[in-house]
């Protein structure tokens, strides 16, 4: 026999998790940011050739700022912004598709899906 559902049912079913996932990435891009923008513009341009994917020194090329193992740059480079402009257009974009992608994932998951995409792009930078 079929249920039958009603907009009662249905939307008790279908309630959405908070998006705790999404509003700690928000916080986390906004934490590094803000650490990011401290200091000059000598100190800007450290942190992106170290933790940012730049393509000749993530294919082996000379590491001007230390030892940081250029494979893990695709991953730190997430974190890494621009200016506020390019900051605030990630996070709106963030905000309004993260919360109902994790919602239907999970936080676990929504936060791999997040890496994995994220990894990709910058691979494909």
Do not use: K
């Amino acid at each position: 026999m079929l249920a039958v559902f009603t907009r009662e049912n249905d939307s008790q079913a279908r309630r959405p998790r908070r998006a705790v996932a999404t509003w700690l990435l928000i916080a986390l891009y906004i934490a590094v940011y803000l650490l990011q923008t401290v200091g000059d513009e000598h100190r800007f341009s450290e942190l992106i050739l170290r933790f940012g994917v730049t393509p000749e020194i993530f294919t082996g090329g000379e590491r001007p700022f230390g030892q940081f193992p250029p494979l893990l740059t695709p991953l730190t480079s997430l974190f890494l912004h621009g200016s506020l402009d390019h900051l605030l257009c990630n996070l709106i974009y963030l905000w309004i598709f993260g919360r109902d992608i994790e919602s239907v994932l999970g936080p676990a998951r929504f936060v791999l899906f997040w890496l994995v995409c994220g990894v990709c792009g910058a691979l494909g930078y």
